[in-house]
Structure formats: C-alpha cells, structure tokens
C-alpha cells in the first residue's frame, strides 16, 4: 500500500463541510493544516545536483526547493489557472502573476531603461530588456554550450537534448515541447 492509500489513518472526508486541506501532488484530503504540511514532505526526494531534499514534479521530474512552487510549476502541464483578474477577466496560475498583471491597469510603469528610455511594469522585465542593448546571454546550455538571454529559451532549447514533450494534447494525447506548438495543434480539433 503507497501512501496515497490511507495508511496515515487522517484523511478527511470529502462530503463533510468542515476545511479540507488538499495535497496538490497526490490528491489526498486532510483534516487539519499541521497533518497536511507534514504529508507533503513525503513528497521531497534527494537531488545529487543540489545535495538536498527537493520537491518533484511527477510529470516532468522537475526539482523544486519549495512546495507552493511544485504546486505552480504542476499548473503548467494541467493548464489550471485559478487566479483571475477582476478588471479584465484574465486567468493566472500564481497571485504574483495577477499582481504583476493589474499594474497593467494602472498604466503605471514605474522601471525605465537607462539606455533608451523604454518603461516596465517590473523590474525583472527590465532586467531583461537591458541585454538587447548589452548582448549578455547569461543562460548556457551544459550540452552544446549555446547561450540565451532567458532563461524560458534555455529550458525550451533543453527539451531538443532530453526530447521532453510536457505539453499534452487532452483530446488527442499528441505531445509537443512548446506550449505554442499545442495551442496550433488544438485548431485541428476545432475545425
């Protein structure tokens, strides 16, 4: 028996109408916070890179320092997005995100770039912005040595090494290794 299986003896059942903590990996309900944050530990696996206990994607087998970001990181490949904005109806997957996104609506853009004027809404997205003009590519890739200005082009270029497809067709089961390549494909369904 695996520990999904009720072996902890403190699952909740879900028709009561008390809180129910939820374990975001496995799917298994608790009663109380302090059984729920203990549970998912058993999650954590050891990670030789970092030489230390890490929460793991089951999907991907992506290594996360943290459980909240194992939990995001899990929204990617089943595309939920429970953080909507109130103004536009726009749908997240994490609160910064929606955070992020409602200064859109405020116009304000408070970072601005030194060499061209050009104005952010974060500074993260200035940072970035700053490497068109310097040409840093500070992300390298440990197979073929090619570099990249972001860190999300370095993780796609991983998947032609690894040949990692987590995007995943509901209808179909086709899978791909960019996002971009599903939402085309999905059109063959509709038409």
Request: glycine share 6%.
């Amino acid at each position: 028996m695996d520990h999904t299986e009720g072996r902890h003896g403190n699952q909740a059942d879900p028709s009561a109408t008390s809180e129910v903590f939820l374990c975001e990996i496995c799917g298994e309900t608790f009663l109380e916070k302090s059984l729920h944050s203990r549970h998912v530990k058993v999650h954590k696996v050891w990670n030789q890179d970092s030489e230390k206990l890490m929460y793991c994607c089951p999907t991907c087998g992506k290594d996360f320092s943290s459980y909240s970001g194992l939990v995001v990181h899990i929204r990617t490949h089943t595309g939920e997005e429970p953080f909507s904005c109130k103004t536009c109806g726009k749908h997240f997957k994490n609160q910064s995100n929606l955070n992020s996104h409602m200064k859109i609506h405020t116009g304000l853009k408070p970072f601005s770039c030194k060499t061209c004027g050009k104005c952010f809404y974060q500074n993260t997205h200035l940072t970035r912005h700053t490497r068109v003009h310097t040409g840093e590519k500070p992300y390298i890739c440990k197979t073929c040595g090619k570099s990249f200005c972001r860190n999300t082009h370095l993780t796609r270029h991983m998947r032609m090494h690894t040949g990692e497809k987590p995007f995943i067709c509901k209808i179909c089961g086709k899978c791909f290794f960019r996002n971009s390549l599903l939402t085309l494909h999905l059109r063959v369904h509709t038409d």
